[in-house]
């Protein structure tokens, strides 16, 4: 049996995400387990973190595992990823190595890699996270790379937490000005899980320039057709938050420009109007608001929008601990089978 990796939400079946998030409901009631007695992760973090390293850490051990926090470059040998590459540089160990050398010693991997921000072509092969998973013989799990497939289900939960029912719901993911150009890995997610539980998706942001990389666009309308629900493209603020149910919000850098930022920032600075305010909230329907956090406030939202009622961003982020637990616990199980 081939070892089984959480790395993208759209290699696991609806029943499949449905079943995670019903044992992340259960230890929202019962935070201590013995579902990882015994186990080890070991979390490798190429970038910083709060909330991932918290709650996977946290996580392991209110269910009697142990993790192993490393960053390679910093605190564990720098690590080399190409294929064939004559390693004269700074990278100390393949990732060959690297990823069989933890699996004699730890149940599983979590791995966190942003892009490298130089050439989409390139960091959209997610290249660290797939490595790992190749040499990996034990499951890997994305803690976020070009997704964020962990934040998905947390942020669904929440969703359903709320409003029961998520299907024909109109949910608007709203790009927002940031000073600088970030991942699109929760984006990219929000509109996969979106359309996988059937809402009504509108993706909303300031020019054609700022829709998200084909395989995802790709990947949310094949599950429109399979799980019903709607996906639109807005660039008209007052027409994609009318009657919306959920308010997501998020900043990303254009792809055409990806590499050479200086190129997009004109663009950018002109669309500091999709702040998430109190006007625009007042047009949807009672909709919910959230984000992935961090969030820089009265930049992406104003704090009036922050601590409305209708802000769920602290319960999306509290959820990231039961879903992980669930997470790992699942591929635990099944590599036992």
């Known amino acids: 049996m081939s070892t089984r990796h959480f790395l993208n939400t759209q290699d696991w079946t609806r029943p499949e995400l449905d079943a995670l998030l019903a044992q992340a409901a259960r ?8 579902d990882l007695a015994g186990k080890s992760i070991a979390l490798l973090f190429f970038n910083a973190s709060m909330r991932t390293r918290t709650s996977f850490e946290l996580g392991a051990f209110q269910l009697g595992g142990h993790a192993i ?3 390679p470059g910093k605190d564990a040998w720098p690590i080399e990823f190409g294929t ?30 942003f892009p490298k921000f130089q050439d989409w072509s390139l960091d959209r092969k997610d290249r660290v996270l ?4 190749k040499y990996a013989d034990v499951p890997v799990i994305n803690m976020e790379t070009i997704t964020h497939p962990c934040q998905e289900l947390a942020h669904v939960m929440a969703l359903k937490e709320h409003l029961g029912d998520l299907k024909n719901r109109k949910y608007v993911l709203t790009w927002t000005y940031h000073p600088r150009p970030l991942n699109t890995a929760v984006a990219n997610s929000a509109l996969m899980i979106a359309t996988r539980y059937g809402m009504d998706v509108t993706l909303l942001c300031p020019t054609p320039e700022y829709i998200l990389d084909p395989r995802y666009m790709d990947f ?7 799980n019903g629900g709607s996906l639109k493209i807005s660039h008209d603020i007052d027409e994609a938050y009318r009657g919306a149910d959920v308010v ?8 055409p420009y990806f590499g050479r930022w200086s190129g997009e920032k004109p663009i950018r600075d002109r669309y500091r109007d999709f702040i998430v305010d109190e006007r625009k909230m007042a047009l949807t329907n ?6 992935c956090l961090p969030l820089r406030r009265n930049v992406k939202a104003t704090d009036a929008v922050m601590d409305s009622k209708a802000c769920i961003a602290v319960d999306e982020a509290e959820n990231r601990l039961h879903v992980q637990k669930a997470i790992m616990a699942a591929l635990v199980k099944g590599a036992a089978q």
């Open 130 to 133: 797939n490595a790992f998973a």
């Open 27 to 34: 230890f929202t009631r019962e935070r201590i387990g013995r």
């Open 84 to 113: 064939g590459t004559v390693m004269v540089g700074e990278e100390e160990e393949h990732v060959a190595e690297v990823a069989r050398v933890l699996s004699r010693y730890v149940d599983l991997i979590g791995v966190r890699a």
């Open 248 to 255: 997501y919000a998020k900043s990303w850098g254009a792809i």
């Open 286 to 291: 009672h909709g919910l608001f959230s984000h």
């Open 220 to 226: 949310a309308r094949r599950n429109v057709a399979e």
């Open 69 to 71: 926090v490393l960053a």
